[in-house]
C-alpha cells in the first residue's frame, strides 16, 4: 500500500515556474514507478511524465517536453516536477501516481495508487 501526498500548488504567471512535490509513505517507493497526470475542468485526465525506479528512464508528454522535469529522491520518498515557461493550458489539478510497471507508461487506469491532487492555476 502507497500513500501519495502532492504539494507546491499555486497561482503563478504565465512563463514562471512551479516546484510539486508528491511524498510517498511506505518502505517500497523505490520499487514504483511514478507519473504525474493533470485533469482541467472538463477534460480527461492526461499524463504529463514518469520516471523509472533508479531514476534511470524518464517519459514525457510531447506539450511538456522541454518544460518540465521530473526527477524522484528514493531516500526521501518523493517525486518532484519541475515546471517551467508555464502556459495558461497548463492550468490543472495535478495528480502524482504510482505502479509496479514501467510499460505501458502514459496510461492512467494502470496506475495502482493516487495522490488527492493539487491545483495549478497559471494566468495569462
Known amino acids: 500500500q502507497v500513500q501519495l501526498v502532492e504539494s507546491g500548488g499555486g497561482l503563478v504567471q504565465a512563463g514562471g515556474s512551479l516546484r510539486l512535490s508528491c511524498a510517498a509513505s511506505?518502505?517500497?517507493?523505490?520499487?514504483?514507478?511514478m507519473g504525474w497526470f493533470r485533469q482541467a475542468p472538463g477534460k480527461e485526465r492526461e499524463f504529463v511524465a514518469a520516471i523509472s525506479w533508479s531514476v534511470s528512464s524518464t517519459y514525457y508528454a510531447d506539450s511538456v517536453k522541454g518544460r518540465f522535469t521530473i526527477s524522484r529522491d528514493n531516500a526521501k520518498n518523493t517525486v518532484y516536477l519541475q515546471m517551467n515557461s508555464l502556459k495558461p493550458e497548463d492550468t490543472a489539478v495535478y495528480y502524482c501516481?504510482?505502479?509496479?510497471?514501467?510499460?505501458?507508461?502514459?496510461?492512467?487506469?494502470?496506475?495502482?495508487?493516487w495522490g488527492q491532487g493539487t491545483q495549478v492555476t497559471v494566468s495569462s
Open positions: 501516481a504510482a505502479k509496479r510497471q514501467w510499460y505501458p507508461i502514459p496510461r492512467a487506469d494502470e496506475y495502482d495508487y
Open positions: 511506505g518502505r517500497t517507493f523505490s520499487t514504483y514507478v
